[in-house]
C-alpha cells in the first residue's frame, strides 16, 4: 500500500509562482509513474502533469504546458509540481497519484491505483 501526501498549497495572487509536493513512504517509490489531478469545485479531476518512473519522461495537460514543471526526486521519495504565472482557474485542490503496475507517462486518472488527501491551490484576482 502506497500512501501519498500533498503539501505546498495556499493563497496566492495571479501571477504568483507555487510549488506543491508529494511524499510517499515507500521504498519502491522509484518504480512508480505518478501525475497530478487537481478537481474544482462541481468538477472532474483534471489531468495536468505525470511523470515516469525514473523522471525522464514527462506530460503536461494544455491548460498548464509551458508554465508548469513537473519533476520527481528518487532519494527523496518527493514529486513536485513547480506552477508559475497562476491563474484564477488553476484553483482546485491538488490530488497526487502513483500507479505500481504499469511504466510509461500516465495521463488517465483511471489508471492510478493511489491517491493522495489533496491540498489546496487558491488563486486570487
Known amino acids: 500500500q502506497v500512501q501519498l501526501l500533498e503539501s505546498g498549497g495556499g493563497l496566492v495572487q495571479v501571477g504568483d509562482s507555487l510549488r506543491v509536493s508529494c511524499t510517499a513512504s515507500?521504498?519502491?517509490?522509484?518504480?512508480?509513474?505518478m501525475g497530478w489531478f487537481p478537481q474544482a469545485p462541481g468538477k472532474d479531476r483534471q489531468f495536468v502533469a505525470a511523470i515516469s518512473r525514473s523522471g525522464t519522461g514527462t506530460n503536461y495537460g494544455d491548460s498548464v504546458k509551458g508554465r508548469s514543471t513537473i519533476s520527481k526526486d528518487n532519494n527523496k521519495n518527493a514529486m513536485f509540481l513547480q506552477m508559475n504565472n497562476l491563474k484564477p482557474e488553476d484553483t482546485a485542490v491538488y490530488y497526487c497519484a502513483a500507479d505500481e503496475r504499469r511504466t510509461g507517462v500516465i495521463s488517465k486518472a483511471w489508471l492510478y491505483d493511489y491517491w493522495g488527501q489533496g491540498t489546496q491551490v487558491t488563486v486570487s484576482s
Open positions: 515507500e521504498d519502491t517509490f522509484s518504480k512508480l509513474p
